[in-house]
C-alpha cells in the first residue's frame, strides 16, 4: 500500500515502555511514530499493581493514575507467611505509595496522553516485515504500508516480533508464570501477598480493583531446570488458590469470579547484553527488566522506554555509542537493583526463608513502616549495597501525587 514516511525512530508497542519513549523522543525533538498491533482499550495480562517507583514515573509523565474509573490507592498491605501468620504493613501518607489499575485503564489512558502531547501513534498497525539496508530499517506494518527509520525502541513485549525478526531466534522462556483472574463482591480494599509453601519462590495476591473488584493470582518461579513446575501443575495449582483459607479471607464470604483467568509468563531474566542489537533498543518486558522477586515490570518499562529515547537523542548517528549508553543507563538505573532481586529469590525458595523475611518485618512498627516502602520500591532495592546512589533525603522522599493525600 506504499510508504508511510520516515522517521527518526519508529517505536514498536504501545504500552508503557512505548508511550514512554515515544513521549521523551518527542520531548527531545526527534520525528518519532508508536505503532502497536492491538486497537485501544484492549487488555494487558498483568497483576495490575503500581508501585512508588511506577506511581512516581506515571506522575513525572503528567498521568494522574487517581482519575482512573477503576485506581484503588493501597495504604496497607497484608503478608501472609507459609505458616498462616499475618503481619500488616503500613505505608505512609505523604502522596500515592502503591495503588492498583487494570491495565485495560492505564493503558488507554497512556496512549491517550501521547496523543496529546503530539506523540504520532497508529493502532491496529502491528509489525509484518523489518529490512535493514545497513543505515535504516525498513518496516512493514501489518496494512502494507512501510515506515522507514534510523532506529527502533522495541516495546513489544515478551515474544517481541522486533528481536524474532532480526535475529530469527526462539524466545525465550520467561523465568515466571503467572496467573490472574479478576473477582467481584469483594470488600476488603487491603492488598494482600501469600506466600504460599507451594508457590515459594513465588507468591499469591489479591490486589484490590475499584467497584468491589479485585484481580486473584498468583506467580512462579519457572526454569529449565528438571523440577521446574509443569503446565498441568500450574493449572492444578490454580484451580486450588481461592479455596485456600488465607486467600478465602482475602476475598471475603461474598467473592465470585468474573471473566475467565489468563495466564502469561513473566520475563526476568534481566542480561544487558541483550538490551540492543544494531541500531533496536529493547525496552520493558521485551528488555527482560521486569523485577524477578515480585514481577513488578511497569517501572521498569517506562524508566527503560524514557531511557531508550534519551540515548538515541544524545548520538542520533552513533549506533555503538547510542548501544553504549543505553545499555550503561540501564545497568546503572536498573542492574544492581534486578540482580539483588535474584538473589533474594534464593532466600524466599524455602519457607524458612519466607518465614524469617516476615518475622524481620513484623519486629516494630519501623520494621513494618520501611518493609513496606522497600517491598514498594519507595527507594532502590539495592540501595543499601550501592553508596554511588546514597543521596540525601533517599529515604524520606515523598511519593507520587504529594499535593493530596491518597
Given at each position: 500500500?506504499?510508504?508511510?514516511?520516515?522517521?527518526?525512530?519508529?517505536?514498536?508497542?504501545?504500552?508503557?515502555?512505548?508511550?514512554?519513549?515515544?513521549?521523551?523522543?518527542?520531548?527531545?525533538?526527534?520525528?518519532?511514530?508508536?505503532?502497536?498491533?492491538?486497537?485501544?482499550?484492549?487488555?494487558?495480562?498483568?497483576?495490575?499493581?503500581?508501585?512508588?517507583?511506577?506511581?512516581?514515573?506515571?506522575?513525572?509523565?503528567?498521568?494522574?493514575?487517581?482519575?482512573?474509573?477503576?485506581?484503588?490507592?493501597?495504604?496497607?498491605?497484608?503478608?501472609?507467611?507459609?505458616?498462616?501468620?499475618?503481619?500488616?504493613?503500613?505505608?505512609?501518607?505523604?502522596?500515592?505509595?502503591?495503588?492498583?489499575?487494570?491495565?485495560?485503564?492505564?493503558?488507554?489512558?497512556?496512549?491517550?496522553?501521547?496523543?496529546?502531547?503530539?506523540?504520532?501513534?497508529?493502532?491496529?498497525?502491528?509489525?509484518?516485515?523489518?529490512?535493514?539496508?545497513?543505515?535504516?530499517?525498513?518496516?512493514?506494518?501489518?496494512?502494507?504500508?512501510?515506515?522507514?527509520?534510523?532506529?527502533?525502541?522495541?516495546?513489544?513485549?515478551?515474544?517481541?516480533?522486533?528481536?524474532?525478526?532480526?535475529?530469527?531466534?526462539?524466545t525465550e522462556l520467561g523465568t515466571w508464570h503467572a496467573f490472574r483472574q479478576y473477582f467481584t463482591g469483594v470488600d476488603e480494599r487491603r492488598l494482600w501477598v501469600l506466600f504460599e509453601e507451594d508457590f515459594l519462590p513465588g507468591y499469591a495476591w489479591m490486589f484490590p480493583v475499584g467497584d468491589g473488584r479485585a484481580n486473584l493470582g498468583f506467580?512462579?518461579?519457572?526454569?529449565?531446570?528438571?523440577?521446574?513446575?509443569?503446565?498441568?501443575?500450574?493449572?492444578?495449582?490454580?484451580?486450588?488458590?481461592?479455596?485456600?483459607?488465607?486467600?478465602?479471607?482475602?476475598?471475603?464470604?461474598?467473592?465470585?469470579?468474573?471473566?475467565?483467568?489468563?495466564?502469561?509468563?513473566?520475563?526476568?531474566?534481566?542480561?544487558?547484553?541483550?538490551?540492543?542489537?544494531?541500531?533496536?533498543?529493547?525496552?520493558g518486558d521485551a528488555a527482560n527488566v521486569v523485577d524477578p522477586m515480585t514481577g513488578e515490570g511497569i517501572a521498569q518499562a517506562l524508566e527503560t522506554g524514557a531511557l531508550a529515547a534519551r540515548a538515541i537523542a544524545a548520538s542520533p548517528g552513533d549506533a555503538v555509542r547510542v548501544a553504549d549508553r543505553y545499555r550503561d543507563d540501564v545497568d546503572?538505573?536498573?542492574?544492581?537493583?534486578?540482580?539483588?532481586?535474584?538473589?533474594?529469590?534464593?532466600?524466599?525458595?524455602?519457607?524458612?526463608?519466607?518465614?524469617?523475611?516476615?518475622?524481620?518485618?513484623?519486629?516494630?512498627?519501623?520494621?513494618?513502616?520501611?518493609?513496606?516502602?522497600?517491598?514498594?520500591?519507595?527507594?532502590?532495592?539495592?540501595?543499601?549495597?550501592?553508596?554511588?546512589?546514597?543521596?540525601?533525603?533517599?529515604?524520606?522522599?515523598?511519593?507520587?501525587?504529594?499535593?493530596?493525600?491518597?
Amino acid at each position: 500500500m506504499g510508504t508511510v514516511g520516515q522517521v527518526d525512530v519508529l517505536v514498536v508497542g504501545a504500552g508503557p515502555a512505548g508511550v514512554a519513549a515515544g513521549i521523551e523522543a518527542q520531548r527531545l525533538g526527534l520525528d518519532v511514530l508508536v505503532v502497536d498491533k492491538a486497537g485501544f482499550p484492549r487488555d494487558k495480562t498483568c497483576g495490575d499493581g503500581l508501585t512508588t517507583g511506577a506511581l512516581r514515573l506515571l506522575d513525572e509523565l503528567g498521568l494522574d493514575v487517581r482519575t482512573l474509573p477503576s485506581y484503588a490507592p493501597v495504604t496497607d498491605t497484608v503478608l501472609v507467611s507459609p505458616a498462616g501468620r499475618e503481619v500488616v504493613v503500613p505505608l505512609p501518607d505523604r502522596g500515592a505509595y502503591a495503588g492498583v489499575v487494570p491495565r485495560i485503564e492505564l493503558d488507554t489512558a497512556l496512549v491517550a496522553l501521547a496523543r496529546d502531547r503530539g506523540v504520532a501513534l497508529r493502532e491496529h498497525a502491528g509489525l509484518g516485515d523489518l529490512a535493514d539496508d545497513g543505515d535504516h530499517y525498513a518496516a512493514t506494518l501489518a496494512d502494507g504500508t512501510t515506515v522507514r527509520t534510523r532506529w527502533i525502541v522495541a516495546a513489544d513485549g515478551h515474544y517481541s516480533p522486533v528481536r524474532h525478526l532480526l535475529t530469527d531466534a526462539p524466545t525465550e522462556l520467561g523465568t515466571w508464570h503467572a496467573f490472574r483472574q479478576y473477582f467481584t463482591g469483594v470488600d476488603e480494599r487491603r492488598l494482600w501477598v501469600l506466600f504460599e509453601e507451594d508457590f515459594l519462590p513465588g507468591y499469591a495476591w489479591m490486589f484490590p480493583v475499584g467497584d468491589g473488584r479485585a484481580n486473584l493470582g498468583f506467580g512462579v518461579l519457572r526454569g529449565s531446570n528438571g523440577d521446574a513446575p509443569s503446565g498441568k501443575a500450574l493449572a492444578a495449582q490454580w484451580r486450588t488458590l481461592a479455596d485456600r483459607p488465607s486467600v478465602r479471607r482475602a476475598l471475603g464470604p461474598d467473592a465470585r469470579p468474573d471473566g475467565a483467568m489468563r495466564a502469561w509468563p513473566i520475563p526476568a531474566a534481566y542480561d544487558r547484553a541483550r538490551l540492543a542489537r544494531g541500531r533496536t533498543l529493547f525496552a520493558g518486558d521485551a528488555a527482560n527488566v521486569v523485577d524477578p522477586m515480585t514481577g513488578e515490570g511497569i517501572a521498569q518499562a517506562l524508566e527503560t522506554g524514557a531511557l531508550a529515547a534519551r540515548a538515541i537523542a544524545a548520538s542520533p548517528g552513533d549506533a555503538v555509542r547510542v548501544a553504549d549508553r543505553y545499555r550503561d543507563d540501564v545497568d546503572h538505573t536498573l542492574g544492581s537493583d534486578l540482580r539483588f532481586a535474584a538473589l533474594l529469590q534464593q532466600v524466599l525458595k524455602v519457607p524458612i526463608g519466607a518465614r524469617a523475611a516476615i518475622a524481620t518485618a513484623a519486629l516494630t512498627p519501623w520494621t513494618r513502616r520501611n518493609f513496606a516502602r522497600w517491598m514498594f520500591e519507595d527507594y532502590p532495592r539495592a540501595l543499601v549495597l550501592t553508596p554511588r546512589r546514597w543521596r540525601r533525603g533517599a529515604l524520606t522522599r515523598p511519593g507520587a501525587y504529594p499535593d493530596a493525600l491518597v
